[in-house]
Each structure stands twice: as C-alpha cells, then as structure tokens.
T-cell receptor, first 112, second 113 residues
Framework: ELKVEQNPLFLSMQEGKNYTIYCNYSTTSDRLYWYRQDPGKSLESLFVLLSNGAVKQEGRLMASLDTKARLSTLHITAAVHDLSATYFCAVDIRGGSEKLVFGKGTKLTVNP | DGGITQSPKYLFRKEGQNVTLSCEQNLNHDAMYWYRQDPGQGLRLIYYSQIVNDFQKGDIAEGYSVSREKKESFPLTVTSAQKNPTAFYLC????????????FGQGTRLTVV
C-alpha cells in the first residue's frame, strides 16, 4: 500500500523567510503533484513533476522530485502572507490503477 | 468554460437518509474520482472510474455508491450505511496517461442533522 507522508504538518513562518516542505512516499512512482487549498475551498494544481530530477518554479514556490529517494520538496522563498494555505502532495500509483494518493497536507501560516 | 461542477455546495442529511452528490465535467476527461476530506486531514479516495459503466472502490468505499452512465457525470450516493458522513466531498477528473493532473470541483459540504 502506498503511503505518502508530508512534513511538517503545520508551519508558521514570518514574511521574508525561506522554508521547505517535504513529501516522502513509499513505493515507486515518477509522477508527483502539488496542490494548494485555501480554507473551505477546492484544490488548485500548482506543479506536475514527471521525472527524476524534475524542478519547476512559479513565483516564490519551487518544487523538485527525486524518484530514487522517493522524495519531493516544495521550497518557499521570501514568504508573503498570500502564500498562507494548506499544501498537499499527491503521488500517482503506477501499474494501471491510475489513482492519486494524497499526503495529509501542510498548513502554512505566514505572519507579517 | 470548461470545468467540473459539483452540486449542491451545502447539503444537510437526516439520520437514515440517502443523499446524492452531483459531479459533472465538460473537460472530456476519461477518469473521475470522489474524495472525502475531514477537518485537518488529507484527501481519502472513495471511488474512481476510468471508463463509462466501470468504477473501482477506493480506500473508504463502505457506505457509498456511485454510477458512471455518462462520461461527463459521476454522482456519489451517501447511504444510510455510512455512519459518519459529515465531511467535505471533492470530485475530480483527469485524462488517463502520464502526467495528467487531476482537476477538482468546488466541493460539497455534507452535514448530518
């Protein structure tokens, strides 16, 4: 059974600081997704990572994937209040089942 | 506009009732999914479907049922057998194949009264 673990689960940081959220998964996969969720809202797709060494950046967020270590990171640079949200990683199970397994999410609060 | 539409946004269920949550997509996606989200929790897969008239149980299918009679529609019924149905339900769809991200609807918040 695939397990996806995110840490930390809660992150409070000051504006202007940098931090990294980690996503570990327990079985082979080279498809990993990052989503953002604002309170009471749906999930918004942030990044799609499809191969070992993939790196994608959008604004102050950068995501990377190391399939050998079964690890993805979401790096936040110079955080701003608007980044406050819950961030989920999701791993695609291979072998035809074609379904996503989500981590529990990291609730990020950026304080002024 | 292409997208996924869930309805209703809020739903109240009495004890012992079955209720049906609607999910429609006009993205021409093959696969559709239902997830349940509890406060402070990640998403747990209830059911998914990759093709019309076929669907598979996810991790928490007990007390739920689905149908996939049309490609664009994947309704979820929460039956009276689901003992703790209060949650936020999210429907998603995607194409099949490598690198096909899932797109989510706005969700239905179900409350038992």
């Amino acid at each position: 059974e695939l397990k996806v673990e995110q840490n930390p689960l809660f992150l409070s940081m000051q504006e202007g600081k940098n931090y990294t959220i980690y996503c570990n998964y327990s079985t082979t996969s080279d498809r990993l997704y990052w989503y953002r969720q604002d309170p009471g809202k749906s999930l918004e797709s942030l990044f799609v990572l499809l191969s070992n060494g993939a790196v994608k950046q959008e604004g102050r967020l950068m995501a990377s994937l190391d399939t050998k270590a079964r690890l993805s990171t979401l790096h936040i640079t110079a955080a701003v209040h608007d980044l406050s949200a819950t961030y989920f990683c999701a791993v695609d199970i291979r072998g035809g089942s074609e379904k996503l397994v989500f981590g529990k999410g990291t609730k990020l609060t950026v304080n002024p | 506009d292409g997208g996924i539409t869930q309805s209703p946004k809020y739903l109240f269920r009495k004890e012992g009732q079955n209720v049906t949550l609607s999910c429609e997509q006009n993205l021409n996606h093959d696969a559709m999914y239902w997830y349940r989200q509890d406060p402070g929790q990640g998403l747990r897969l209830i059911y998914y479907s990759q093709i019309v008239n076929d669907f598979q149980k996810g991790d928490i299918a007990e007390g739920y049922s689905v149908s996939r009679e049309k490609k664009e529609s994947f309704p979820l019924t929460v039956t009276s057998a689901q003992k703790n149905p209060t949650a936020f339900y999210l429907c998603a769809s995607s194409m099949l194949g490598v690198g096909t991200e899932a797109f989510f609807g706005q969700g239905t918040r179900l409350t038992v009264v």
